[in-house]
Nanobody, 135 residues
Framework: QVQLVESGGGSVQAGGSLRLSCAAS???????????MGWFRQAPGKEREGVAA???????DYADSVKGRFTISKDNAKNTLYLRMNSLTPEDTAVYYC??????????????????????????WGQGTQVTVSS
């Protein structure tokens, strides 16, 4: 059974940075099998939205709202997913979740394949970590 545990959330002033971590366990194929991992967030009163995703082969994708500010990465040796968030704004305030799906989920665009940042494509979820950005 896959378990995902997020950490690294907290409170920060606008313009600041945070790095979220997601430790994965219960899945032996994290490093060598096809899978997608993603970060999602849900702000108060809003739907959960995709932020970033990374495929086991290395392909990444980002929501337009975070491109150039957030970076998703993985440490396969530690079975850990990261989200580096820079230039944070109050609009980034939300509960951040990591998610995993076994297999390739994504789409082709302009000749390049991008992993999915759609919530419905993922079936393993962490419990979330709060990020609060003050102005």
């Amino acid at each position: 059974q896959v378990q995902l545990v997020e950490s690294g959330g907290g409170s920060v002033q606008a313009g600041g940075s945070l790095r979220l971590s997601c430790a994965a366990s219960g899945y032996s194929g994290y490093t060598y099998s096809s899978n997608c991992m993603g970060w999602f967030r849900q702000a108060p009163g809003k739907e959960r939205e995709g932020v970033a995703a990374i495929y086991s082969g290395g392909a990444t994708d980002y929501a337009d709202s975070v491109k150039g500010r957030f970076t998703i990465s993985k440490d396969n040796a530690k079975n850990t997913l990261y989200l580096r968030m820079n230039s944070l704004t109050p609009e980034d305030t939300a509960v951040y979740y990591c998610a995993l799906v076994i297999g390739a989920r994504g789409m082709w665009h302009g000749g390049t394949w991008f992993p999915s940042i759609l919530e419905n494509d993922y079936n393993n979820w962490g419990q979330g970590t709060q990020v609060t950005v003050s102005s």
